[in-house]
């Protein structure tokens, strides 16, 4: 099991600068702006707010690597509400600031794309869905918030974005045997319920290295 011992916010890269050379392996976190990647960062790290969790969502276009116990990173990536709602070229920044990180980061593990369970996903959470797969990973999908949904209810709500994801990613589409290991954690900042799963993705991934 994963004990934190340390954390510590190493590196900040901005749109323009260049990505950050680690050798210890990495565990990136894509979402929307505001569906809760620095929170769930936070309850991995076991600290009240380290990674800042924002009010004016989307704010930081940057990616922020959180060293952990000189061992691994945690990268939360910046959000896409933000940039979907701005001028074209900062979407065009933005996403070629992530593809980029998708593609040139070699010690890259695991990918966890978080979606708010209360809601359908967006087109542009099918995009970056879509973008994970053609980086060659299959992505890790983390229903957030999940306090908000009834607990009769779960299971449903679990099955239904999976399933929309499947149907609208154009990949998938393309190669239906693609992203065979997808996986799906319902998690919540409130009492944690998902944590230990998603340790146990992230204690599986550093065995293997
Ligand atoms: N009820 C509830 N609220 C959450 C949860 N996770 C995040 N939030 C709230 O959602 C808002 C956005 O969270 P934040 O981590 O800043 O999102 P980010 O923009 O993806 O980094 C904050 O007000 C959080 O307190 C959760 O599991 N349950
Ligand atoms: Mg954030």
């Known amino acids: 099991m994963i004990v934190i011992k340390s954390v510590n916010l190493e590196t900040v890269s901005g749109v323009t600068s260049k990505l950050a050379r680690h050798t210890f392996p990495e565990f990136a ?16 790290m076991n600290r009240k707010s380290y990674a800042r969790t924002s009010s004016q969502p989307g704010k930081t276009q940057t990616i922020n690597y959180y060293n952990i ?31 980029n990180f998708l593609k040139e980061s070699p010690t890259l593990q695991e990918v966890f794309l978080l979606l708010d369970m209360r809601h359908e996903p967006s087109d542009n959470d099918i995009m970056m869905f879509d973008w994970i797969l053609q980086a060659g990973f299959d992505p890790v999908i983390i229903a957030t918030k999940s306090d908000k949904v009834a607990k ?5 709500q679990k099955a ?12 998938l589409k393309k190669d239906p045997s693609a ?21 146990s993705i992230l204690d599986n991934s550093l065995r293997k290295k």
């Open 29 to 44: 976190f894509a979402g929307k702006s505001n569906v809760g990647k620095s929170t769930l960062i936070n309850g991995l």
């Open 152 to 156: 009769s209810r779960l299971e449903k």
């Open 69 to 99: 116990n000189d061992r691994f990173y945690l990268v939360d990536l910046p959000g896409y509400g933000y940039a979907a709602a701005a001028a074209p070229e900062v979407k065009m920044q933005w996403g070629r600031m992530i593809e």
């Open 179 to 199: 992203g065979a290991n997808i996986r799906l954690v319902a998690y919540s900042a409130m009492d944690q319920s998902g944590r230990d799963r998603i340790y």
């Open 160 to 171: 239904l974005l999976l399933d929309s994801l499947k149907k609208g990613s154009t990949v």
